[in-house]
């Protein structure tokens, strides 16, 4: 009975959901304009690798693939909006969408091969991308500058609005990540979530179903892919230079890090990664080279031991934690009103 | 052609390398069903120990075989404390757990020993002999007649033993191996354990050539990824035959192809892996699988 429950009004868990949301926009909107730039710039690093978060999270969390190569993705995209625009004077709006396009395609030519076999082997593919991307953008140097990488200028704010190229970048973040969310959800609870939903159950029963396997998984992968991309060209505009060594295999596990502790299947919950992804490494660094690394390696055990679903599914414990006591102790009062 | 020979020995020599580790990725995967992305890190401390236990004045014949029992006990010990919780998790979240094991490792040993390369000298000496004009080093021979050894103990034991046996009856069919009363936990426990003294030996005969730092065997993993995708996932004989291969090949891709000749032969692995997906996804030796409903 309770499984066919809808949220409705009187449901405090979603309208207290709701509020809580409304007010994280509302912070999200001001704090901008009441912090450092050095603070919004973090921020901005939080929104841009929360893009690729959510991409990961889109993936592993739903159609059970795993990526080791989206700090490469994320790369493609940051170059080619980097190389657009400083050798071709595109616009930045344009330069970014075509770095997303090209991880798109990137996201199908990697994800088609790996379907012969399951997870196992995109893995490894994706491992492989990770691993090489960084070489192989040091070497042809031409087109990227080798390593010490290509730079642009962080783009002012168009139509004569009055905000700071940083604070403009920071906006065009936010908004692209919550076009993104947005487009998660359609996803997960549309036609194509459910097929993924079948899919995770069992692959041989969805595609005894009809379910396009094939297709399926391949487009997600692009579509995970075409949204790092993006992230990356954002994660561009934001720090000027790229340089082979910003996306090796370490941001990879970043992402992934990010991911798992947010909880895998959570749109907010990629915020929640991104940004200890961002702060744990700025935090620890005092206590030696080491410490930011060990810190993920815990972190990811804890949640993987103890907190199954991330940091995401830490108030539904809790509700759920309030309101069995709740029953329970209605339960007592009922017995020792029957006495 | 004395060219030839010169690359293909050093091929083959860092190849029973590259063989033991896949070797060792290959017994944790039929067992575990997971690639163990932590191999590489935990046959690092065992290279870190024998570097130890050497510097303390212990001679390297009496330090290998303490190296390779607490490599045993620590491989062990990873899968009952941190596999086994997970008996029945997704394939996606044991990789998880052995990312967390890499990672945890890797800055682990970085913390404790520094990231400045240290050597670890070899026990054969700095002979080289001159064969017909290709050089041969006495660190090279020497490591391969150690790694054959440690090779050719593990197929024995595998093969020709009943604890062997039991281990892979575990591993194939845990279900079945539990109702003719085999201790199928354990077993898994053994294999890696098992795992990890192939490992172990693979990276102390590595290090005096490689070099001994926290990272060092982050690109022997790869090789061994490729190999065992070569080999096939959990075949034994495939992950040795394939590391000698990856050995030979990615010498022989450095001083032939140009394009592959610097710092782009690291294309070599990833490029064997995705041809054998395209090709022969179950790899040289491994069986295809069908999907039971």
Known sequence: MSAYALPGRSDPGALAGRGVLAICLCLAVLAPFFVSGYTVFQFTRVLCIGIAVLSINL?????????????????????????????????YGLAILAGGALAFVAGLLLGVPALRIRGLYLGLLTLGVAVLFPTIVSHYRELTGGP??????????????????????????????LVFVGGFQGIVRGRIGRALGALRKSEAMAAALGVGLARTKTLIFAISAGMAGIGGGLYQLLIGTATPTTYTLTLSLAFLVGSVLGGLRSSWGAIA?????????????????????????????????????????????LLGMWRSKRATHTVQLQQRGGK | MTLFFQQLISGLAIGFVYAGLALALSVVYEGAGVLNFAQGEMATVSAFLAWVLTTRGMTFWLAFPIVLVISFVLGVAVERIFIRPLE????????????????????????????????????FGSDVWIVHGTFITSQQVGAAAVLVGVLLLVGILFQRT????????????PESSRLLGISVGWMLALGWGIAAVVGAAAGTM?????????DMMGPV???????????????RVGAVVGGLVIGVASSLAAQYVDLLAGDLNQIVPFAVIL???LFRPQGLFGRASALRV
């Open chain 2, 206 to 214: 590595a290090a005096p050539t490689i070099g001994l730092q926290p």
């Open chain 2, 162 to 173: 009943s604890i062997g046996l039991r281990i892979r009856a575990a591993a194939q069919n």
């Open chain 2, 221 to 235: 993993l790869l090789l061994a990824f490729a190999a065992a995708a070569l080999g096939g996932f959990g075949s």
């Open chain 2, 275 to 277: 041809v054998v997906l």
């Open chain 2, 88 to 123: 029945r998790a997704s394939e996606q979240e044991l990789l998880m757990v052995t990312l967390a094991l890499y990672l945890g490792i890797n800055a682990i040993v970085g913390w404790s020993a520094g990231y400045l390369q240290k050597t670890l000298t070899s026990p």
């Open chain 1, 148 to 177: 010490f990488g290509i730079s642009i200028r962080t783009p002012p704010a168009p139509w004569g609005i009055d905000l700071a190229p940083d604070k403009w970048v920071y906006f065009l973040s936010l908004a692209t990540l």
């Open chain 1, 59 to 91: 993936l592993l969390g739903y159609s059970g693939q795993v990526s080791i190569g989206h700090s490469a993705i994320f790369g493609l995209g940051a170059y080619t909006t980097a190389i657009l625009i400083h050798k071709a004077s595109v616009p």
């Open chain 1, 273 to 317: 990664g991104a940004a200890f992804v961002v702060y744990v490494p700025d935090k620890t660094a005092s206590l030696g080279s080491t410490a930011p690394q060990l810190v993920y390696a815990i972190a990811l055990a804890v949640v993987i031991y103890f907190l199954p679903g991330g940091v995401a599914a830490v108030p539904a414990r």
